[in-house]
C-alpha cells in the first residue's frame, strides 16, 4: 500500500511537471467557444445585458467577488441593477480556457482589468485574476457555475 501511494505522488508529480513544460497547443472548438462566451459576458455585464447574463449565469451560480463577499445568481444580478456592481470596461488582459469531462465542463482562469465609476474624481480600476468554471447544461447551453476573482497590484 505504502509503495502503490509513493507511485501515485510521483506519478502525479510527474504529469503535473509535464503539462507546465508543454508547449501550448492550440484551442480546441469547445476552448474557442468558452473564451468567446467569456468575453459575451464581460461585454454583458458592462452593458448591463440582463438578457444575456440570466442565460451566462446557472441558477446555482456560486460568485465570490474580489473582497470574499459571496452572491448567488439572483443576488449578483440584483447588485448589477441596483448599481452595486457597476462596469465602466472590463478589458481581458489573459485568458485561457482547459476543458474536461468530454467538452462538458470548462475552467477559465485569467487577468481582467476593469474599470470601475470613478471615484472622488479619480480613476478606480481593479485588476483582478479569476477562475470560472463552466458547465454545458443539454438544454441551455455553457453557464457559468463558479466565479472567484483576487485583487492584484495594478
Known amino acids: 500500500m505504502k509503495h502503490l501511494m509513493l507511485f501515485a ?6 504529469c503535473a511537471g509535464t503539462r507546465a513544460q508543454t508547449p501550448a497547443r492550440p484551442m480546441s472548438t469547445v476552448e474557442k467557444e468558452v473564451e468567446a462566451l467569456e468575453r459575451q459576458r ?13 442565460k451566462a ?30 462596469y465602466d470596461k472590463i478589458d481581458v488582459e489573459t ?3 482547459r476543458a474536461y469531462n468530454d467538452g462538458k465542463t470548462a ?3 485569467g487577468t481582467i482589468l476593469i474599470t470601475l465609476p470613478p471615484k472622488d474624481g479619480q480613476p478606480n480600476l481593479a485588476h483582478l485574476k479569476y477562475v470560472v468554471v ?6 441551455k447551453g455553457w453557464q457559468v457555475v463558479l466565479w ?7
Do not use: C, P, W
Request: zero cysteines.
Open 9 to 14: 505522488a510521483l506519478l502525479l508529480f510527474s
Open 42 to 54: 464581460f461585454a454583458a455585464q458592462v452593458s448591463k445585458d440582463y438578457a444575456v447574463l440570466e
Open 57 to 86: 449565469f446557472a441558477d446555482d451560480l456560486i460568485y465570490t467577488h474580489s473582497n470574499g463577499k459571496q452572491n448567488t445568481k439572483t443576488e449578483y444580478l440584483q447588485s448589477i441593477r441596483d448599481g452595486k456592481s457597476q
Open 95 to 97: 485568458l485561457t480556457v
Open 107 to 109: 475552467v477559465v482562469n
Open 134 to 139: 463552466q458547465v454545458k447544461d443539454k438544454k
Open 148 to 154: 472567484q476573482s483576487q485583487k492584484q497590484a495594478l
